[in-house]
RNA sequence: GGCGCUAUCGUCUAGGGGUUAGGACGUGAGAUUCUCAAUCUUAAAACACGGGUUCGAUUCCCGUUAGCGCUACCA
């Protein structure tokens, strides 16, 4: 029950992101939040892949996270990859544990089997929310009887297994950036802990692992707030110490929801591709929440990780969400740039845009185009340039409205997104998309060539956008998006 | 709908019972420059609303409103 004090055990801060795609902005913040906590305590910061969700997995997430915390130098001190004496350090290799786990709560009463089909759930849930009811599990299996469960488990019926959470009373715990909060247990539903596949839930693994890898401090975002009780709940099941807990709050929208794919680059590799100089985008974020001196550099809110790591103080951070905001980003960037010495500038063009490993698949594109090498330039230029936006009259099709044209491109956005960003794969996705919207392969292949190189005369368009990037072709499509929806429908 | 969190310029933020409410980005104007950037100067721009408490609230308390989050065998 009682709330970690000022206990002397070494300071362990961990993050664990999910391998479902690519590494997310959201993880670089939380990242960076916890990589300062430690290392201004002497503390360790663990990493910790959380690919419980079999469903969602994505095999090639994992090395990108790893990239992509090192390019911004987020080192961690224990992970999958470094070890470290509490592993394994992937929730995937650790299911017997959480069985195990499960298993004692089963045993102590804290936990039940539930056999209830998911259908039935389903059903349930429509049931609850047509009767205005707030749709919670409905305790059917709370109270089996042994015999019962006897026969279920002889039959063979998958089962999952579930918290019990009490029926009376509440849960309440201290966020040390917001103060108590208090939920009532009739708020809190009876989470499932261990899925029908045998891999734990979030609850039941975060829990297990903050305890076994003995975390000091759960810093995490807001979102996790309505789920923390029953993580509390599950420390006291058994009997253990709680961490102390920091809700940061959530990097948003223009329009102030979360921060999300569909309205803002999100992809950590998106900003790497882009041309973002790591110590600018990790200066970013440490201005989103505070937690630098205000009149830090008189005020001019530039400083470096080393600079965050003297100078922050986590209970400073503001709790309201700010606003991810690329412009002012940008700026930042160039002011990183400009302070570049010329070679180092240099440097970062040959090792990104100028690569060999960028420009050589690009010149086997175009070889067959040219008669002059210094024509290089005429065809590549959008591979090249950060903005290309065409007019009306080169996107738009002969016979399409503008209204069902943008509309189209939307569709394309969607099915892009999900799309392994292979040539067939590519094609496939957009060939299925012409089929079942009734465009022409010319017009929808047109019409993309025509948003990515800004005109209607390009090298081969797959090829073009497999070098562009998944990230840099998703982004100018959003931004085509984007601006064509703030122009008044008017001319060409 | 239920529960929870949040609320200072357009955005990121500082501040805090009595202030000209400060800084940064962006925006406007001007200067400088062969152009464009950069740079410099400068301007406009905020305490969501209503009740308290108080000599005095933007600041403390309560409420309202609004926004956001959660409400999965996802994290």
Redesign the pocket.
């Known amino acids: 029950m009682s709330q970690r004090s000022d206990s002397a055990a070494p300071i362990r801060v961990r993050i664990?992101?999910?391998p479902?795609g690519d590494p997310h902005v959201g993880t670089a913040y939380i990242g960076l939040i916890n990589y300062l906590y430690a290392r201004q305590r002497n503390g360790q910061f663990v990493l910790r892949i959380?690919d419980?969700?079999r469903?969602?997995f994505v095999p090639t997430s994992e090395q990108m996270i790893f990239d992509s915390l090192r390019w911004l130098g987020l080192n961690w001190d224990e992970g999958p990859d470094v070890g470290g004496p509490y592993g394994p350090y992937r929730q995937s290799e650790r299911t017997a544990i959480y069985q195990e786990h499960a298993g004692q709560l089963l045993a102590s009463g804290h936990a039940y089997r539930?056999f209830?089909?998911?259908e039935k759930?389903e059903a349930d849930?429509k049931q609850q929310i047509a009767a205005?009811?707030?749709?919670?599990?409905p305790g059917t299996c709370r109270s089996l009887s042994a015999e019962a469960i006897e026969a279920y488990l002889a039959a063979g019926l998958?089962?999952?297994i579930r918290m019990r959470v009490p029926q009376e009373g509440s849960t309440s715990f201290t966020?040390e950036?917001?103060?108590?909060?208090?939920?009532?247990h009739h708020?809190v539903?009876d989470?499932?802990l261990l899925?029908?596949?045998g891999?734990?839930?979030?609850?039941l693994?975060?829990v297990v692992d903050d305890h076994l890898m003995r975390i000091t401090d759960v810093i995490r975002a807001?979102?996790?707030?309505?789920?923390t009780p029953k993580h509390v709940l599950l420390y006291q099941f058994f009997g253990w110490e709680l961490p102390r807990f920091w809700?940061m709050?959530?990097l948003?929208n223009?329009?102030?929801?979360?921060i999300?794919k569909r309205k803002n680059p999100v992809s950590l590799i998106y900003y790497r591709e882009a041309g973002y100089l790591p110590q600018a985008v990790i200066n970013f974020l440490g201005?989103?929440?505070?937690?630098m001196p205000?009149?830090f550099n008189?005020?001019?809110?530039k400083f470096t990780l080393d600079e965050m790591i003297a100078s922050f103080r986590h209970e400073?951070?503001?709790?309201?969400?700010?606003?991810?905001?690329l412009?002012?980003l940008?700026?930042?960037n160039?002011?990183y740039i400009?302070a570049l010495s010329p070679d180092a500038f240099y440097a970062a063009l040959r090792s990104t845009l100028l690569s060999d490993a960028y420009l050589q698949p690009i010149a086997a594109l175009i070889q067959t185009r040219v008669e002059l090498l210094s024509q290089f330039g005429d065809l590549t230029g959008f591979l090249l340039n950060d903005n290309t936006h065409p007019p009306e009259s080169v996107f738009l099709p002969k016979n399409r409205s503008r209204e069902e044209t943008l509309a189209f491109v939307a569709e394309q956005l969607a099915v892009l997104e999900t799309a392994d960003w292979q040539p067939a794969s590519i094609e496939s996705v957009l060939k299925q998309l012409s089929t079942d919207k009734q465009w022409s392969v010319k017009e929808n292949f047109m019409l993309l060539r025509a948003i990515l190189t800004g005109s209607t005369m390009s090298p081969p368009l797959v090829e073009s956008m497999v070098i562009f990037g998944k990230a840099r072709t998703l982004d100018r499509m959003r931004r085509f998006l984007e601006t064509e929806k703030k122009r008044p429908p008017a001319k060409a």
């Open positions: 664990a992101p999910s479902t959380e419980t969700d469903t969602r539930c209830c089909t998911a759930l849930r205005k009811l707030p749709p919670r599990y998958p089962f999952v966020d950036l917001r103060g108590g909060i208090t939920f009532d708020n539903d989470q499932v899925k029908s596949d891999y734990p839930t979030y609850h693994a975060n807001e979102e996790w707030i309505s789920s809700h709050p959530l948003r223009q329009d102030k929801s979360k999300s201005l989103m929440g505070g937690g205000a009149d008189n005020g001019t809110e400073n951070i503001r709790t309201g969400g700010p606003v991810f905001d412009t002012k940008k700026w930042l160039g002011e400009r």
